[in-house]
């Protein structure tokens, strides 16, 4: 191997090194001048952690009798660890799971922030904090007015949706968002955890140093479960999720700056994934041409 | 090592930009990663769309009998940055593909390499092929 080679390969190697920490050191640390942030300010572009970090279930609580039934009907295509060799064996495939997302039907909250890796922007406008999400061209809102979470019948009147009714406010450098009024459809992770209509799940944000936002959440769903679910994955702070701040460049497209630049419209559209790529492509990969 | 270097590169390119979207796409039950095919054939069709970018192409067998083979690559955004876009392949082409098979046994597979009738390089993903 001549020096050339070596020198070539080293600098290769230290590229791809950068490149993997690359959005976590681009932006200058904490406690240094240039590192200093208000942490009331969580705007900019954020994305939480690999796939591979998804909650893990030997923190749920156990099911109430009405959990246990609602589990029962649904066919994940994952099985969580401590589920395998139960009742409900799952699917292995996206053809024939009952995963509402398979058909691009909406991801829903809490899946959306809190199992997916998919870009967030928080925008801030005049009594609300916005939260777009790349996947989906989707949009949340969290109501900073001080108005009150719905409960009863206010509650009854607007009806569930797919990402719920959302409140927050600041506690201290904390932002604590409330948010019920689940559609019962949508799935709160991907084993297919069912989740009540007027469950209330509590998120706390808080900014950690210029680059991190350290997420955590708590579901309190009394008809399905238990206790309070506090979501938990296995790293090392398995109570935390962290969002990173995202490096210039991992939202410049071409010079469009952004989620929605054209080329990232990451929309599950029936056309494409349904119709065509899962029939034509990715169901005869699994199941063969019967 | 000048092609190692392209595969390498392109491999660090797809993985510092691809991550984000899709995640929900994954495809180890689909195709077998550790096996690599090489198939001829002309164009039928570029589908230049998400969730995966996919190109279809005829393929005339030992008996003169034609199939037409789906292979799906990457999503619209990662190919972008390798300079590919929605004329990258034209109806008619006849081209080169390396590709995982799947797992079914269908006509499908997914993209490693593709090349041209003179032997060029047009797309790559997933690194060096060793087989």
Redesign the interface.
Known sequence: MSLITVVVLGLLFSAVAFGQTKSRQQQPAAGTAAGKFDPHDLSGFWEGPPPGQRPAEDARPPFTPAGKEAMSKRMPVYISRSARGGENPGCRSSTCSNDPIYVCNPVGFPRHVWEENEPIEFVYTPGRILQLFQWGRTIRELWMDGRKLPTGQNLESLGPSWYGISVAEWQGDTLVVNTTGFDERAWPDQYGHPLSFDARIEERYRRIDANTIEGRMTIFDPKNYTGPWVYTVKTATPQVRLFKRMAPDEVNYFGWKGLFSGITEAMCAPMNEVEDFNKRIRDRAIFGDK | ?IAF?RS??VL?AV???T???????GRG???DNGKIETIQGTVSEW?W????C?L?VDVKGPDGKVVNW?F?SQ???SL?RLGMNRLSFQPGQELTIKFNP????????VIRKVYDIKGKELLSFGGPIDQ
């Open positions: 090592m270097l390498a590169f660090f993985v510092l930009v991550a984000p979207l899709f995640a929900h796409h039950a689909s195709y589908a769309r998400n969730p995966h996919a279809y789906g799906e999503n619209v955004s972008s799947s797992r079914g046994g269908a006509p499908v597979g």
